[in-house]
């Protein structure tokens, strides 16, 4: 499959997203911030809790979509840091 050429006004956009959730998250209080949020909102815990069988699958739902929420910000943070930290040129 042949895709088209990235947009470069929308990948400027993600970039520019990514330096703000970085300049947001990045900081100590930030990074502090978001651990008491997932902490907050259980984000370390199985989706499915409850005997097996008898599980609430709308609390399964909002629990998985807590858990996305995070994974976005983390993967966002660390391409955000990738795009800052400067790489070494091999010759």
Same mark, same amino acid.
């Given at each position: =499959? ?5 947009? /470069?006004? !929308? @990948?400027?956009? !993600?970039?520019?997203?990514? %330096? ?10 930030? %990074? %502090?911030?978001?651990?008491? $949020? ?7 815990? /199985? @989706?499915? %809790?409850?005997? !097996?069988?008898?599980?609430?699958? $709308? &609390?399964? =739902?909002?629990? &998985?979509? #807590?858990?996305? @929420?995070?994974? @976005? ?6 391409? !955000?840091?990738?795009?800052?930290? /400067?790489? /070494? #040129?091999?010759?």
């Amino acid at each position: =499959m042949i895709l088209p050429p990235p947009n /470069p006004q !929308a @990948v400027e956009r !993600a970039r520019a997203e990514r %330096q703000r959730l970085l300049a947001v998250f990045g900081t100590a209080e930030g %990074q %502090q911030v978001l651990a008491d $949020l997932e902490r907050r909102f259980e984000t370390d815990l /199985p @989706v499915f %809790q409850g005997k !097996a069988g008898s599980y609430d699958a $709308l &609390d399964a =739902m909002r629990r &998985d979509a #807590h858990r996305e @929420v995070f994974l @976005v910000i983390r993967c966002q943070l660390e391409l !955000a840091r990738k795009e800052t930290t /400067p790489t /070494p #040129h091999t010759i």
